[in-house]
Nanobody, 126 residues
Framework: QLQTVESGGGLVQPGGSLRLSCAAS????????IGWFRQAPGKEREGVSC????????VYADSVKGRFTISRDNAKNTVYLQMNSLQPEDTAVYYC???????????????????WGQGTQVTVSS
């Protein structure tokens, strides 16, 4: 069964950092576009960042540019989201999703992704 498994969430103070991991189960991440999405209580799901298959083109939402970095470790079959300078508005459940497509592009629209994990909670609070 194909699925993604997120980990690394937690409670952090404003200005702090966390690194989320997205591990692939049942497939090889390099052949998939991977997106990170988040959903805060009472808000719609928001695309945060994505990385394409192959060359690994990256895309970031304006709200996280310069603070978040997405990367992929093919040897570990894992995608990471390094989050720095976290703010209370970053509080949400973070999901990673996979899209089986071989292209140098990726998109921040959840409807394009087929496989989703259960999410990991990120809480930014003093």
């Amino acid at each position: 069964q194909l699925q993604t498994v997120e980990s690394g969430g937690g409670l952090v103070q404003p200005g702090g950092s966390l690194r989320l991991s997205c591990a692939a189960s049942g497939f090889t991440l390099d052949y998939y576009a991977i997106g990170w999405f988040r959903q805060a209580p009472g808000k719609e799901r928001e695309g945060v960042s994505c990385i394409s298959s192959g060359v690994g083109t990256t895309v970031y939402a304006d709200s996280v540019k310069g603070r978040f970095t997405i990367s992929r470790d093919n040897a570990k079959n894992t995608v990471y989201l390094q989050m720095n300078s976290l703010q209370p508005e970053d509080t949400a459940v973070y999901y990673c999703a996979a899209r089986p497509v071989w292209t140098s592009l990726c998109v921040l629209w959840g409807g394009e992704y087929d496989y989703w994990g259960q999410g990991t909670q990120v809480t930014v609070s003093s």
